[in-house]
């Protein structure tokens, strides 16, 4: 079970940290990625993390303003969000998958984890 937290209403050019909490004992076999929806516009690949932390990957439009990292110890993994702009504003979701694999086609899609948790809105206002 995956739960996102941490949005809210930030200025633009300011920052959050989104945390996604994670339930169960092998939290460290998955790879967790972070979607946003914004209203009327398609799931948007953010960022995504493999079990271990090492390998990470980006979406184009938040690549060196996002960072993802996790904690597996605390079953955390985080999306810090920096300089935010007024098109970052959208629901963002939390993800996980247990594919044997972490390539970037399987970790950027969106049909590839069958495990959503409940998303955090995130307005950034201009």
């Known amino acids: 079970q995956l739960q996102a937290s941490g949005g809210g209403l930030v200025q633009a050019g300011g920052s959050l940290r989104l945390s996604c909490a994670a339930s169960?004992?092998?939290?460290?076999?998955?790879?967790v990625g972070w979607f946003r929806q914004a209203p009327g516009k398609e799931r948007e690949f953010v960022a995504a993390i493999s079990w271990s932390g090492g390998n990470t990957y980006y979406g184009d439009s938040v690549a060196g303003r996002f960072t993802i990292t996790r904690d597996n110890a605390k079953n955390m993994v985080y999306l810090q969000m920096n300089s935010l702009k007024p098109e970052d504003t959208a629901g963002y979701f939390c993800?996980?998958?247990?594919?044997?694999?972490?390539?970037?086609?399987?970790?950027?899609?969106?049909?590839?984890?069958?495990?959503w948790g409940q998303g955090t809105l995130v307005t950034v206002s201009s």
């Open positions: 169960g004992r092998t939290f460290s076999s998955y790879a």
């Open positions: 993800a996980a998958h247990a594919r044997g694999s972490f390539s970037k086609s399987d970790s950027t899609t969106g049909r590839n984890y069958p495990y």
